[in-house]
C-alpha cells in the first residue's frame, strides 16, 4: 500500500570525494563529447608553448586529461584531493608526482609550462576563486599558461544548475578581476567550445542531472526529483532521448614576464 504521507524521491547529495561521485563522472563521461572537444583547445595551447618542461594538472581527477597531456611535457605534477580517484590517477600516470592535497596548499615546486584547472572551480568558494587562480598562476613558468576550464554559463547544463539552485558561474568576470590585480606581465583570454551530453533514455538524463545539480553543495531540501525530470523533458527531450548543451569556457592567462 502507498504511503501518501511519504516525502517524493529528491536528487541524492553525491559526497565529490567519495566512490559514488566517481560513478557519476563516469556516466557522464560516456555520454558527451566534452573531453574530446577540451583536447582540441588544449592541444592547440600546447601548440603555443615555447618549452615543455613540465605540466601541472590541478584537479586531475581520474588522469584521463594528465595521461593524454603528460607524453608531451617532460614532467608532471597531478593534484588531485579525492582518494578513490587518485588509484586510478596513479595507474593511468605512473610517471607523474601526484600530490593530495587541495589546491590551496599544495606545493608543486616546480614552475609550469602549462598549469591546468579544468571543472574544479565549482566545488571552491566563489569568494576565493581569485585568489585560487593567482595560485595557479604563481606556478606558471615565463612563456607558460594557465588555463582553467568551466562550463560556460549560458550552456543547457548550467540553466539546469541555475534553475534548481540559483547558483551561476562565470569565468569571464573572474578573468577580468585577474587581469585588474596581475599587471602587464599578464595576458588574459577567453574562448568558448561547445558541447553536448547526448543520452538515451530519462533514466540516464536524470542521472547525469543529478551529477551536475552535484556541483555545488545542495541545499538540505534538494530539489524533487520529479521536477527535474520534468524540467528535462520540457527542454531536452528529443526523439532518440536527451540532449543538454555543455559548452566549455577556456580562460587562458599566458606569462609574458616583466615589460622590458
Request: hydrophobic share 45%.
Amino acid at each position: 500500500m502507498t504511503d501518501h504521507n511519504s516525502e517524493p524521491p529528491i536528487v541524492h547529495i553525491i559526497d565529490p570525494m567519495s566512490a559514488a561521485y566517481d560513478a557519476a563522472f563516469s556516466t557522464f563521461l560516456a555520454h558527451t563529447d566534452q573531453k574530446i572537444r577540451a583536447r582540441e583547445e588544449l592541444a592547440r595551447v600546447v601548440g603555443r608553448l615555447p618549452r615543455h618542461r613540465a605540466l601541472i594538472d590541478a584537479g586531475a581527477g581520474t588522469g584521463e586529461t594528465t595521461a593524454w597531456l603528460a607524453p608531451m611535457f617532460d614532467r608532471t605534477i597531478a593534484i588531485e584531493p579525492n582518494e578513490h580517484m587518485r588509484t586510478e590517477l596513479a595507474r593511468r600516470c605512473p610517471e607523474a608526482t601526484v600530490l593530495g592535497e587541495d589546491i590551496a596548499v599544495a606545493e608543486p615546486g616546480v614552475l609550469a609550462d602549462l598549469v591546468l584547472c579544468a571543472h574544479v572551480l565549482y566545488y571552491l568558494p566563489q569568494p576565493s576563486w581569485l585568489s585560487q587562480l593567482q595560485r595557479l598562476a604563481s606556478w606558471t613558468a615565463e612563456g607558460g599558461f594557465t588555463v582553467v576550464v568551466l562550463q560556460n554559463p549560458d550552456s543547457d547544463c548550467m540553466r539546469l544548475l541555475r534553475r534548481f539552485t540559483g547558483h551561476r558561474y562565470d569565468l569571464d568576470a573572474l578573468g577580468r578581476a585577474f587581469a585588474a590585480t596581475a599587471g602587464a606581465e599578464w595576458e588574459v583570454g577567453i574562448s568558448t567550445d561547445p558541447a553536448f551530453i547526448t543520452m538515451p533514455d530519462l533514466d540516464t538524463a536524470l542521472a547525469i542531472a543529478q551529477f551536475m545539480l552535484n556541483v555545488i553543495p545542495l541545499p538540505q531540501a534538494p530539489p524533487v526529483l520529479e521536477e527535474v525530470a520534468a524540467y528535462l523533458d520540457e527542454h531536452f527531450r528529443t526523439p532518440e532521448g536527451y540532449r543538454l548543451s555543455c559548452d566549455q569556457d577556456f580562460l587562458e592567462l599566458q606569462h609574458n614576464g616583466p615589460e622590458e
